[in-house]
């Protein structure tokens, strides 16, 4: 089973936290890779806030498609950080040979696009490149996005932090949110798009548990919009789902839950805002999850969420200090990092809310 | 000595054939006054034995007369293997058996095509038995259990928009209604189907009734039963339970005016109103209702006159998919104030998904409910060669429909239900889950329904005397001395326990899929042992 975490820090963290969030939920063989996504960059990026940042791990052949294409659809690049790695022997790490963090200026003709439109060439631009290394089969690319990095690779989370200087705590990566899972896909192909956490157009999501509607949800969400493609793991479906609801129909995110986890049929009907509810459920029949899943997401705004399935059978835990919020599968994972925090103030989400974390660490519950 | 006579009928040419026992038989009469085809009478034989009973032979001759029971040979009152004689018989005298031999097929055309009611008596083998759910759910998604957590078993019925179609805006950070939207209502996902009274006995589809009122009253399970093309009883028309019932209109209008009479005096609104264009059980025909079984009361309830009522294989007046929607579909949603789902049934056929696909795409959003009658669906009364050459199983047709919906991004929208031959095995929850894992949002049924209120009739040519007026459980006729054999409390109890056992069964299936919801679309819990299927469906081929 994944284990899946996530920080929300007043001050920038840097990816060794999330380890140390995640390592001690380790069981058996479930560590088969590490995956992480950092929101609200800091370090080497400060500067960059507002400039997309490219992520993507490829061969040099790849390196070259990728710097021909954006070079085609001028995009400037203003800054680079090129990982160093340590190639220590022995290193479980099935690593590629180039991993790229680049931050680019939009195209000239962008100051005349609208919010809006620029998120669609981010969006355009990323699937085009996943396009062009997919087909020559070449490398992956995770997020172009301002403000966000991911880092996906197969093998073990230590040694892949290792192998990435994670452990060093340089200060070169560090975030104020950080959404992180150490696990591979150990029950089909191992693919490396198929690590969450995912992320589309700011949205960033990883879930837990078998979504037993996958194939109900794929073939709905395959025409609703074209960023929602891959389904190479079945957790995709929550963060297209919570992508369409929030950012497509511009629903209010409490409606996320009750698009993915619908009220039965009685309680609706006892309900005030039924006539809203029972359309959504019509409407939305497809996009129900009706598994054991829990769900970590980062908006766009950067404020974090978390909620699980209508019947709990995925647990998940939030902790908190003055400093910081950490989303987590298990409550020992949050034991490593915030030792000393007030456990009577631990929050396990029950199965008809959302918890949400704002800029400002503030916890709301929010009642279905 | 008697001769032979090529020509003559015997009971030898018959489709089953009396197997009498004299020694055990009382003459009480009961088989005889039972069978209402007429195809036993009580009969004399003479006998004549020759013995002897010395030690030289003195041959001694004796005649007599003995009553017995006797197999009429005739082409009309001929035996339909119901087994009503041998259920009467307090002896055990006496049984029909089925004559291999038989020759009537060949024989009795003399007056034109057979009619006769029941089921393709022709069709090899059901797609649903080489479907299995193959998908358990264990380890990373647990199975439920069936008896203890809680399952939502609602179907959709009625015209589902897209969710950027919803007039909803925000106010105040929630999202608040601001327009009509199409009436769709949540369903139990068991609809009981289209048999008109007439078809059946006012007894009998009044025992249908009985279950619907029961099970939704009491047991809390939103059965909805359409009336079949015949009208209603105004009385009902008038009631609070209008509202569990879904008012048929075919192209015969038998009914409408009753019921277009009793609009402004209802007192809530109908489930919903069904448009049968075709059927599964005769495809391109319209209904039958032989002049024997139009009684007095159904020429009352319907507005006609003694005599055959056929009606028209297509509703006059309709010339495309287009003008139907525009005049037939808007007519009846305008009838009832755009307030009550009015869905089309037709007849599976080859070209069912451009019927669906032209629906889907109609702009005024009111087809409700696609719903796909299959070959194996039952008939009052039907020319038997259409009963058993023509039609198109159900089960590739409801798949086929939800994959074109699915390849548009429009599954869901009008929901499918499928029918013809659910539960013809007797086993109609695993039928229906496998269908809705195929995409059909429910199933309907009807056949089940008459078998569980005692009708004997089955595919291999027994009975199927429904067109005759003659029915010998007093289901489908209107002969009152028929009827009474029907007791109605016991038959709605039967019913009712049925789909009581449906509902244990259909959670004993979404349990171990790990879903408390149905499984619409869910092919992904489905495999099939015959490759063939598989492809055909889509779902994973095992051995």
């Known amino acids: ?368 | 000595m008697e001769a032979v006579r090529t020509q003559d009928v015997g009971v030898n040419d018959l489709p089953w054939k009396i197997e009498y026992d004299r020694d055990r038989c009382t003459m009480c009469g009961s088989c005889v006054a039972s069978c209402s085809f007429q195809a036993i009478k009580a009969s004399v034989e003479r006998k004549s034995i020759t013995r002897s009973e010395g030690r030289e032979p003195k041959p001694l001759h004796e005649h007599s007369a003995i009553p017995v029971i006797k197999q009429v040979a005739s082409l009309t009152d001929f035996c339909r293997g119901c087994g009503m004689c041998e259920k009467v018989c307090p002896n055990n005298a006496i049984r029909p058996v089925r004559n291999p031999d038989t020759r009537k097929s060949l024989l009795s055309r003399d007056n034109g095509p057979i009619k006769r009611g029941g089921r393709t008596n022709l069709s090899a083998g059901r797609t649903l038995d080489h479907i299995i759910v193959g998908r358990i759910s264990q380890m990373t998604d647990p199975s439920l259990d069936s008896a203890r957590h809680t399952f939502d078993i609602r179907a959709p019925f009625g015209r589902v928009l897209s969710s950027k179609e919803l007039p909803f805006a925000v106010v105040d950070g929630k999202l608040v209604k601001k327009g009509h939207t199409p009436p769709v209502q949540y369903i139990y996902p068991l609809i009981f189907s289209d048999m008109s009274i007439g078809a059946l006995s006012t007894r009998a589809w009044e025992a249908v009734a009985l279950a619907v009122g029961y099970l939704n009253e009491k047991c809390h399970l939103p059965v909805r039963m359409s009336s079949g093309e015949g009208g209603m009883p105004v009385k009902l028309l008038q009631s609070e339970y209008l509202k569990y019932f879904i008012i048929q209109i075919a192209s015969g209008h038998f009914g409408w005016n009753r019921i277009i009479k009793a609009i402004p005096y209802m007192v809530t609104d109908p489930a919903g109103v069904l448009i049968k264009i075709g059927q599964g059980a005769k495809p391109g025909d319209g209904g039958l209702l032989p002049s024997a079984k139009v009684a007095e009361h159904i020429q009352a309830i319907r507005g006609v006159p003694k005599a055959t009522l056929s009606s028209p294989p297509n509703h006059q007046g309709l010339y495309s998919i287009e003008e139907s929607v525009q005049k037939m579909h808007l007519s009846m949603n305008a009838a009832f104030g755009f307030r009550v789902p009015v869905a089309i049934k037709c007849a599976a056929s080859s070209t069912s998904v451009s019927v669906y696909n032209n629906l889907l795409r109609d702009p005024y959003k009111i087809c409700g409910g696609f719903f796909l009658d299959g070959i194996q669906g039952g008939t009052g009364a039907a020319n038997e060669i259409s009963l058993d050459h023509t039609g198109h199983p159900v089960v590739s047709k409801i798949r086929d429909c939800y994959l074109s919906a699915v390849e548009q991004g429009l599954q869901g929208q009008i929901p499918l239900y499928g029918g013809g031959g659910i539960g013809m095995t007797g086993n109609a929850a695993a039928d229906a889950f496998k269908m809705m894992c195929l995409g059909a949002s429910g199933v309907f049924v009807g056949k089940v329904l008459i078998q569980l209120l005692g009708c004997v009739g089955n595919e291999q040519g027994r009975c199927n005397a429904c067109n005759t007026g003659r029915c010998p459980t007093g289901i489908c006729t209107q002969d009152p001395r028929l009827v009474k054999r029907l007791d109605i409390d016991r038959g709605a109890q039967k019913i009712v326990d049925y789909v009581l056992a449906f509902d244990a069964e259909l959670k004993k299936l979404m349990a171990p899929i790990g879903n408390s919801t149905l499984p619409i679309g869910r092919s992904d819990a489905l495999v099939s042992t015959d490759k063939a299927i598989a492809d055909k469906l889509g779902i994973q081929y095992v051995c």
């Open chain 1, 1 to 368: 089973m994944c284990r899946i975490g996530s920080i929300k820090s007043r001050t920038p963290i840097q990816p060794s936290t999330a380890l140390r969030l995640m390592l001690p939920q380790q069981e058996g063989h479930d560590n088969s890779g590490f995956a992480m996504v950092l929101q609200d960059l800091y370090g080497i990026f400060s500067g960059y806030k507002d400039k997309p940042l490219l992520s993507l791990s490829c061969t040099q052949k790849g390196a070259q498609l990728v710097e021909d294409y954006m070079d085609a659809h001028n995009f400037v690049q203003i800054a680079e950080w090129l990982p160093v790695p340590v190639k220590t022997p022995g290193l479980s790490i099935q690593a590629m040979p180039y991993y790229i963090f680049r931050n680019y200026d939009y195209p000239e003709d962008a100051v005349k696009m609208t919010e809006r439109e620029k998120e669609d060439l981010l969006l355009d631009t990323r699937l085009a490149l996943r396009k062009i290394l997919e087909e020559s089969g070449q490398g992956f690319v995770y997020s172009f996005w301002p403000d966000v990095l991911t880092l996906k690779e197969i093998g073990d989370p230590s040694d892949i932090a290792t192998y990435f200087r994670l452990w060093e705590d340089n200060g070169c990566l560090a975030a104020k949110s950080i959404v992180a899972q150490c696990r591979q896909n150990t029950n089909y192909a191992i693919v490396r798009y198929a690590a969450h956490p995912f992320f589309l157009q700011g949205y960033t999501l990883c879930a837990n548990g078998e979504n037993t509607f996958y194939t109900k949800n794929k073939e709905f969400q395959k025409s609703l919009h074209r960023g929602y493609i891959g389904f190479e793991s079945d957790s995709q479906c929550f963060l297209n789902t919570l992508h369409y609801v929030h950012h497509e129909l511009q629903w209010p995110l409490g409606y996320y839950k009750h698009v993915i986890t619908p009220l039965p049929f009685e309680e609706i009907e006892e309900r005030e805002d039924r006539e809203v509810l029972t359309g959504i459920r019509q409407s939305l029949a497809n996009l129900e999850i009706n598994g054991p899943n829990t769900v970590i997401g980062v908006l766009p705004d950067a404020r974090m969420i978390t909620c699980c399935d209508s019947k709990k059978l995925r647990p998940v835990v939030v902790g908190r200090d003055e400093n910081m919020v950490a989303i987590s599968s298990e409550v020992c994972g949050i034991n490593e990092i915030m030792p000393n925090r007030d456990m009577t103030q631990d929050i396990y989400p029950n199965e008809r809310e959302v918890v949400i974390i704002g800029n400002d660490l503030e916890v709301q519950r929010w009642r279905q």
